[in-house]
């Protein structure tokens, strides 16, 4: 719709988790890094934790194509806290008959697949998104899992990714021994001031634009807005390319911003629900590294 009028390729705030779009600052980077140990020394559990829409999918989306055709990875995102065993769901995501097996069957056909696959020279990955929903006894039959070795080996590594209440799951008493396991973790927060303009200037430039198009004013207003989480960061974004479009705007201003959160919270279905207000003042913010990096506000 606005592609060609803002010199754009594609659109370059989807929702959807698109890694070529990846900002890598220095929290993702560092996640990232965070995951790159944890598999080139055969961790057994590593954990990824951040709020809604920060970007973990996006993350694991990336590394999924940096992984070499050594690797052997199955995919878990069919979570809840009625699942007592994960074991058919982790067999299917392998591509792995698990029909009819007793549980004892499933473990000793999982088991000789890892031992197979080691064999072959084939490491094991296992990753489980929205690991928050899984209850105590689905996070031990993990660790179950993750009992079958081969000498000093570790054969099946296990990547844990989920919200912040997934912290709080892995700190209960019952799951001492599994978060004893854990090797490798990392907590994506959300990006201040500076690292939204970076990563707005990042999502436009992969999508064919090299000039700015955000104003300073506008880019610290989404911040706020979005209360740096980039998914909110980039519906909000999304819809202030429409407002332009329409209104023929070369440059996205404050006052673009601040008319699509007025019309969102007053005729949005879900109202404000993905944005802070921010004529409301600071003190609802609850977090200072956005006001600290805000440019002078004219009187």
Known sequence: MY??????????FSIQPDPDFLYM??????????????????AGFTVICGDI????????RRLLNELGDGVSVGLVTNTHTDLADLTEWIMLSFGLPYDRLTP????????????????QGRRVVLIVDEAQNLSASAMESLRMLSNINADKDQLLQVILV??????????RPELLQFAQR???????PPLNTVEVGDYIDHRLKVAGRERQLFTPLATSKIARAAR?????????????LVYGFAAEARLIDVHIIDDVIRDRSQYGVLGD?????????????????????LPPQKA
Do not use: W
Not at 53 to 60: E, Q
Not at 276 to 285: I, K, L, M, P
């Open 162 to 171: 989920g919200q912040p209440q997934l912290r709080d799951l892995l700190k």
């Open 25 to 42: 600052g220095k929290r993702h980077s560092l996640a990232y890094t965070m995951l790159e140990y944890a598999l080139q020394n055969r």
């Open 228 to 240: 740096g989480v980039p998914r909110s960061i980039n519906i909000l974004c999304d819809m202030a």
């Open 3 to 12: 592609e060609a009028f803002y010199g754009l390729r594609e659109k370059p």
């Open 182 to 188: 854990v090797a490798a973790d990392f907590f994506i």
């Open 104 to 119: 004892v069957a499933r473990y000793d056909a999982f088991q000789r697949f890892l031992i197979n696959e080691y064999g």
């Open 53 to 60: 829409g920060c970007g973990k999918t996006t993350l694991i």
């Open 273 to 293: 629900i993905n944005f802070h207000n921010s004529q409301s003042g600071d003190s609802q913010f609850g977090d200072s590294q956005f006001k600290d990096s």
